[in-house]
């Protein structure tokens, strides 16, 4: 079956660090991936998009990274700040119209 | 940007009684609409795909009967969660792409969600 994973422990970091958070998954030959942000009792916000082709895509603070080989998708956070905590989803197309999404990683930022 | 209103934001109702949830694309026009549940510390779990004048297409699990969607006109879709009961208590939250930028790739827009309470 289709599978995204993602650390499911949160992931706790020291203000101006970089957070890096991971998103694998299975049985999915998606042609591109995408990651939101989720606050608390709130919808998802999109931040970025990464096609099969690209091996890095950067949007400001953000980095994202996709190989298809590992199967894999790699998000930065560089120079994080405590407004950057919340829940970062990682989602995939299943060959349809709409997402699927993974569990999501919890990040906190300390001050 | 593109803009998605869900109405109302929670709600507490008791066992047995329907409640109508709305979801509105206020800058856009939306042809296919997304009801996606999410339970704590869950993933989001796509329920259903409503389509604007034609029925909704129901995830394997979801019963149609007791989730009804009516996309009524391409800014409006409802979510109509019949005698609830306390397990349907959950997260629902609905999105949509931007008619404009309808390709298969272009990011979701959601609403802020709908905390249901079953009592």
């Known amino acids: 079956s289709q599978k995204i994973e993602q650390n499911s422990e949160a992931l706790n970091i020291q203000e101006g660090k970089t957070a890096t958070l991971t998103c694998n998954y299975t049985?999915?030959?998606?042609?591109?991936l995408q990651w939101y942000r989720q606050d608390p009792g709130r919808g998802p916000v999109f931040l970025l998009l990464i096609r099969e082709n690209e091996k890095e895509k950067r949007k400001e603070r953000l980095k994202v990274t996709f190989d298809t080989t590992l199967k894999q998708s790699l998000f930065h956070i560089t120079a994080s700040q405590p407004a950057d905590s919340a829940t970062y989803l990682c989602a995939l197309d299943p060959a349809g119209y709409a997402l699927n999404f993974g569990k999501g990683t919890s990040l906190l930022v300390t001050p | 940007g593109a803009v998605v209103s869900q109405h109302p934001s929670w709600v507490i109702c008791k066992s047995g009684t329907s409640v109508k949830i709305e979801c509105r694309s206020l800058d856009f026009q939306a042809t296919t609409m997304f009801w996606y549940r999410q339970f704590p510390k869950q993933s989001l779990m796509l329920m259903a795909t409503s389509n604007e004048g034609s029925k909704a297409t129901y995830e394997q699990g979801v019963e149609k009967d007791k989730f009804l969607i009516n996309h009524a006109s391409l800014t409006l879709s409802t979510l109509t969660v019949t005698s609830a009961h306390p397990e349907d208590s959950s997260f629902y939250i609905c999105s949509a792409r931007d008619g404009q930028s309808s390709s298969y790739n272009s990011p979701l827009h959601f609403g802020n969600g709908t905390r249901l309470t079953v009592t």
């Open positions: 049985n999915y030959s998606p042609a591109y």
